[in-house]
C-alpha cells in the first residue's frame, strides 16, 4: 500500500484564522515532505521532516508552522495567510531522507483558498 | 545545480497513436530520474523511475521511459495513448547525493478521441 492521505480536501479561510493540514502515511517512511503547488506548475519544497526532525525549510514565512507529532503523521499549521498563499498543498513521504534513489508517494492535497 | 526541461508545455495526440513527452535534465555525477502524473485536482501519482541498468524503464499504466544518458533526456512514451491519459506530467531528478527532488516545469497531455 503506497497511501498518503491528507485532510482536508478542501479549506477556506480568512486571512485572521487559524487552521491545520494534516497528512499521514502508514508505510514506515521515515521522510515527509509538504509542497506548494499553483495552478499548471510544478510543486515547490516547503519543508522535510527527517526521522521526525525537521530537515530542510526553504525559506517558508513564519506563518505556515510544521509540525511532526510522529512517524506516521505531519501537520501544517497555517496563521495570518495572505490570498496568494491560496494553493494545492501537497504532502509526500519516502523511505529514507537521504536516499536518492527513493520514490515520494503523494497524497491528493488540500485545495487552500485563502480569502 | 539540478534543472529540468520539459520542452513542450502541451502535447496532443490522436487516441491509439504512440505519445512522447519528452525529458532533458542537469545534474553532477548519476542521476536518479523519475516521472509523475496529475489528473485534475489530484496528488502525483508515481509512474516510473530510472535509476541503473536497462535504459527502458517500465512502469505503470503501461507507460516506459527511455534513459539516453548522452542526450541527457529520459522521455516517457506509451504506444497507445487512451484518452484517459490526458492529465499534466512531471519528470524529476534527484542527485546521487539524495538531494532534493527538482521538477520540470510540466507537460499537459491531451489525447484526442
Known amino acids: 500500500d503506497t497511501e498518503v492521505t491528507q485532510t482536508p480536501k478542501h479549506l477556506v479561510m480568512g486571512m485572521t484564522n487559524k487552521k491545520s493540514l494534516k497528512c499521514e502515511q502508514h508505510?514506515?517512511?521515515?521522510?515527509m515532505y509538504w509542497y506548494k503547488q499553483k495552478a499548471k506548475k510544478p510543486p515547490e519544497l516547503m519543508f522535510v521532516?527527517?526521522?521526525?526532525?525537521?530537515?530542510i525549510n526553504e525559506s517558508v514565512p513564519s506563518r505556515f508552522s510544521p509540525e511532526c507529532p510522529n512517524s506516521s503523521l505531519l501537520n501544517l499549521h497555517l496563521h495570518a495567510l495572505q490570498p496568494e498563499d491560496s494553493a494545492l498543498y501537497l504532502c509526500a513521504s519516502s523511505q529514507e531522507p537521504t536516499g536518492g534513489t527513493d520514490t515520494q508517494y503523494f497524497g491528493p492535497g488540500t485545495r487552500l483558498t485563502v480569502l | 545545480a539540478q534543472s529540468v526541461a520539459q520542452p513542450e508545455d502541451q502535447v496532443n495526440v490522436a487516441e491509439g497513436n504512440p505519445l512522447t513527452v519528452k525529458c532533458t535534465y542537469s545534474v553532477s555525477g548519476n542521476p536518479y530520474l523519475f516521472w509523475y502524473v496529475q489528473y485534475p485536482n489530484r496528488g502525483l501519482q508515481f509512474l516510473l523511475k530510472y535509476i541503473t541498468g536497462d535504459n527502458l524503464v517500465k512502469g505503470s499504466y503501461g507507460f516506459e521511459a527511455e534513459f539516453n544518458k548522452s542526450q541527457t533526456s529520459f522521455h516517457l512514451k506509451k504506444p497507445s495513448a487512451l484518452v484517459s491519459d490526458s492529465a499534466l506530467y512531471f519528470c524529476?531528478?534527484?542527485?546521487?547525493?539524495?538531494?532534493?527532488?527538482?521538477f520540470g516545469p510540466g507537460t499537459r497531455l491531451s489525447v484526442l478521441p
Open positions: 508505510m514506515g517512511h521515515r521522510a
Open positions: 524529476a531528478v534527484r542527485g546521487l547525493y539524495g538531494q532534493n527532488f527538482v
Open positions: 521532516y527527517s526521522y521526525e526532525k525537521l530537515s
